[in-house]
């Protein structure tokens, strides 16, 4: 029995310095806490970093705790701050418009890991994180389609903001859709907001009498201008998270972010003793980014074989999009 216990500590030291991550996930939970500027069911933003989250689960014992609808600063720096204090190991603030807060915060708690997005910038802070989504990526491959399949010649694109991921989309949206078609009017409205749904609804409809046929938009606020479209049967293309379900007879395809690839490097890092100072991407070609399409919705092959040629090129680099230039 004794050799038996000598052998097997043996062993579990070896694990450890071999694969440190093994033993130390088996641990107690991991706690992580989410603020996020609007509804953890929005179909946009937020959504998509709390699944994030609940995809790591299925393999990783973690308690999360989430404060949604911070639209405010002060208050998700509140939370930011709050959570801290709690002692959680992994604090996401999922706004860009966070970072001041995070900047002034995260030197106070040097024992928690923080991670931001959509960001560049860790502030040169040893435990702040940033993540990105390459949404251009996604961007233009919608663009591409929506100029594939537009009858009117117009498209056109409701922003909230022109920052960070959104604006990302945006340009990347009107670039594969004059790639596909010099001729394409492409227009877009940036309303100032993420989370005006009336103002949303009107962008939608301005550009709707101005001859748009296909429309696309970036943010918490779309739902305005879904229900837009949807009342005059013009087809949507969805970013963020899989918007089929708010209108599915126009919703023709989504981007859909998949938080999880590097909310797992993340997580691996602080493992192994490193709590920030790194900056982490999703994009086509590492499957943090990926094309849902709506299979009840009556598209073209050609429009989607388009769309498919688009998503090869930007995985291969044929393809250059404005966030990899």
């Given amino acids: 029995m004794k050799k038996f216990s000598l052998s097997l500590s043996a062993v579990l030291l070896a694990l450890f310095l071999l694969c440190p991550t093994l033993l130390l996930a088996s641990g107690k939970a991991l706690r992580v806490a989410i603020i996020a500027p609007s509804a953890q069911n929005d179909l946009a933003f937020t959504q998509s970093i709390v699944e994030g989250i609940k995809a790591i689960q299925k393999d990783r014992e973690i308690d999360l705790a989430i404060t949604d609808g911070t639209f405010v600063v002060e208050d998700a720096a509140a939370a930011i701050r709050d959570y801290a204090k709690k002692g959680y190991d992994l604090v996401i603030a999922h706004g860009s418009q966070y970072g001041g807060s995070l900047k002034e915060i995260a030197p106070d708690f040097p024992d928690t890991a923080f991670a931001w997005g959509t960001a560049a910038d ?59 078609n010099p ?129 090869e090129g930007i995985k291969d680099g044929s393809i250059k999009t404005g966030h990899r230039q």
């Fill in 183 to 311: 001729k394409i009017r492409a227009k877009v409205n940036y309303i100032g907001s993420f989370s005006d749904v009336a103002l949303a609804a009107e962008a939608a409809r301005a550009h709707i009498a101005a001859g748009a046929d296909v429309l696309t938009g970036t943010a918490q606020m779309v739902v305005g201008a879904i229900g837009a479209a949807r009342s005059k049967r013009v087809a949507w293309f969805g970013t963020q998270a899989n918007q089929t379900e708010l209108a599915p007879e126009i919703v023709v395809a989504s981007q859909v972010y998949k938080w999880e690839v590097i909310l797992k490097k993340i997580i691996a890092d602080m493992d192994n003793g490193v709590k920030g100072g790194r900056m982490y991407d999703i994009n086509l070609a590492n499957n943090g980014i990926v094309i849902e399409f709506n299979d009840a919705y009556k598209l073209a092959p050609g429009v989607k074989e388009a769309g498919m040629k688009a998503i």
């Fill in 122 to 180: 860790t502030f040169g802070l040893p435990n702040v994180s940033s993540y990105e989504a390459a949404s251009d990526e996604g961007g233009y491959v919608m663009g591409v389609m929506a100029a594939a399949m537009s009858k009117k010649g117009g498209v056109g694109v409701v922003g909230p903001i022109e920052v960070g991921d959104a604006k990302l989309y945006v340009d990347g949206f009107v670039q594969g859709a004059k790639a596909q």
